[in-house]
């Protein structure tokens, strides 16, 4: 059965330097989507992407983070300059189409430890 | 603000016993999902709803959303230790400035064998 791989599962790293999360989404799938879970507190959605571009993004999800899909199978999340609020759990899903007709399919999820 | 809330918060049953989670919203809801979440791992997708009154089951699990679509319940017969972990329900919940998807906090079940 088809799933969402991400690397690396763990990530550790000093403040003030740039991070990339890597994703890989189910192939047929159209639409991308990064979450993320502080420990102890909910999962919190960051942003969904779509034709190359964002379609939605929450309030978290400020000019130190940027997405891409470099090569049509990969999907990244950069951080810039990491913080120590940074450190959480980060989760990628993608479905085929919207969340509102079809399941997103969640990563086992990249933790990022900023020191 | 969006938000979901979720009941109980823990929940500690006896193997063999039926169960039931709540999730509740004051917003009507365009699209309710389930999932479980193992301790420290990923999300598994467990149910989709997007109709009043719609009811889905797979296994030993039935979800339902209400005619208002604004609560949810996530029933579970006869709990195996299998089903233990944390059930989370998420929702897209619309406002004037768009679509955001919300989680609730979570229920976390134990399943004494």
């Known amino acids: 059965e088809p799933e969402v791989t991400q690397t690396p599962s763990h990530q550790v790293t000093q403040m003030g330097q740039e991070v990339i999360l890597r994703c890989v989404p189910i192939s047929n799938h159209l639409y991308f989507y990064w979450y993320r879970q502080i420990l102890g507190q909910k999962v919190e959605f960051l942003v969904s992407?779509?034709?190359?571009?964002?379609?939605?993004k929450s309030e978290i999800f400020d000019d130190q983070f940027s997405v891409e899909r470099p090569d049509g199978s990969n999907f990244t999340l950069k951080i810039r300059s990491t913080k120590l609020e940074d450190s959480a759990m980060y989760f990628c899903a993608s479905s085929q189409g919207t969340w509102l007709t079809d399941t997103q399919y969640f990563g086992p999820g990249t933790r990022l430890t900023v020191l | 603000s969006q938000e979901l809330e979720q009941s109980p918060q823990s929940l500690i049953v006896q193997e063999g016993k039926n169960l039931t989670i709540n999730c509740t919203s004051s917003?009507?809801?365009?699209?309710l999902y389930w999932y479980k979440q193992k301790y420290g791992e990923g999300l598994i997708f467990l149910m989709m709803?997007?109709?009043?009154?719609e009811e889905k089951s797979h296994e030993k699990i039935t979800a339902k959303l209400d005619e208002k679509k604004q609560q949810s319940s996530l029933h579970i017969t006869a709990s195996q230790p299998s089903h233990a972990g944390i059930y989370l329900c998420?929702?897209?919940?619309?406002?004037?400035?768009?679509?955001?998807?919300?989680f609730g906090p979570g229920t976390r079940l134990s399943v004494l064998p």
């Open positions: 917003k009507t809801l365009y699209g």
């Open positions: 709803l997007q109709k009043g009154g």
């Open positions: 998420g929702a897209d919940m619309r406002d004037n400035y768009g679509q955001n998807f919300v």
């Open positions: 992407f779509y034709n190359n571009e964002i379609s939605e």
